[in-house]
């Protein structure tokens, strides 16, 4: 998509973010967290660590930075657990497809 200086290579990530930074005045690192704080105050923390590869306590803290808090979220899906969901010998909450990003206990 973004073609190098050498044939069949691409374009380096930081080299990327220097020509976005210095050429068009487009600065990465605050478009990087307004769009994760953003993302952040749509979805619950276990959803957007799941998509996003972040740690739980990673994608807490950018929810509280959002302001946004999802009781509702974690209401629900103690009220409602999954139908297949089942305990493992951890005491782990888990789905047929794996472990649930955020234990219910």
Known sequence: MFPGTRPGAHLESARLVELLNEK????????????????????PAPILADLLGLGVSTATRWGALAGREHAVYLAARAANPSPTATRSSTGDQHNSVGPHPYPLR
Do not use: H, Q, S, V
Request: glycine share 20%.
């Open 24 to 43: 068009i005045g487009i600065f990465t690192r605050p478009a990087r967290g307004g769009a994760l704080c953003a993302l952040a105050g749509d979805l």
